[in-house]
């Protein structure tokens, strides 16, 4: 069963920073790796997806790697500003099938300004 | 192009009664599902579906029920609903292609 672990659970940082978000997985026969951005009271705004057989994926300030091998992505965010703050969730998908999707809990990111 | 829809965004319900939540997709994905969102449990997957005409169970479909008629259209069904499951429910809808999974805005249930 595949299981997906996010640390930390919680993260501040002052603006400027540039900052990581870790995302684990146990099952490495991944289809894709999806991470959100999940605003309070909101639904989950998808930021970028990664195929199996990709390393990174980058969009704007947010740049996405995936090491199957080692079972982790990482979310790295450029120049973070306050309108980042949100929890940040990753999510793998599986192979066949219907694609089962396995969420991580998020880290909860909070820039200060 | 609005995506994922989703109705009612709050809805507050006494033990018993019963109610659908609508989902609605316009990106023509075959795949969608229902979650529920409680602190502390993440996301759990309820029911989903492949196509129209074919459901299935995930993780938590206990008071819950589903069909698919169109593409389209995917409602949860709450025959009596019970304080557990006061939740945040998402619809969401997958590309089948590249597993890219859409989601809905919640619904915000609470059962009293």
């Known amino acids: 069963k595949q299981e997906v672990t996010q640390i930390p659970a919680a993260l501040s940082v002052p603006e400027g920073e540039n900052l990581v978000l870790n995302c684990s997985f146990t099952?490495?026969?991944?289809?894709?790796l999806q991470w959100f951005r999940q605003d309070p009271g909101k639904g989950l705004t998808s930021l970028l997806l990664i195929q199996s057989s990709q390393r990174e994926q980058t969009s704007g300030r947010l740049n996405a790697s995936l090491d199957k091998s080692s079972g982790r992505s990482t979310l790295y965010i450029a120049a973070s500003q306050p309108g980042d703050s949100a929890t940040y969730l990753c999510a793998t998908g599986s192979s066949g099938g219907y694609q089962k999707v396995t969420f991580g809990t998020g880290t909860k990111l909070q820039v200060i300004p | 192009n609005a995506g994922v829809t989703q109705t009612p965004k709050f809805q507050v319900l006494k033990t018993g009664q019963s109610m659908t939540l609508q989902c609605a997709q316009d990106?023509?994905?075959?795949?969608m599902s229902w979650y529920r969102q409680d602190p502390g449990m993440g996301l759990r997957l309820i029911h989903y579906?492949?196509?129209?005409?074919?459901?299935d169970q995930g993780e938590v479909p206990n008071g819950y029920n589903v069909s698919r008629s169109t593409t389209e259209d995917f409602p949860l069904r709450l025959l009596s609903a019970a304080p557990s499951q006061t939740s945040v429910y998402f619809c969401?809808?997958?590309?089948?292609?590249?597993?890219?999974?859409?989601f809905g805005e919640g619904s915000r249930l609470t059962v009293l």
């Open positions: 969401a809808s997958k590309d089948r292609g590249t597993g890219e999974l859409f």
């Open positions: 099952d490495s026969a991944i289809y894709n």
């Open positions: 579906s492949v196509g129209a005409g074919i459901t």
């Open positions: 990106m023509n994905h075959e795949y």
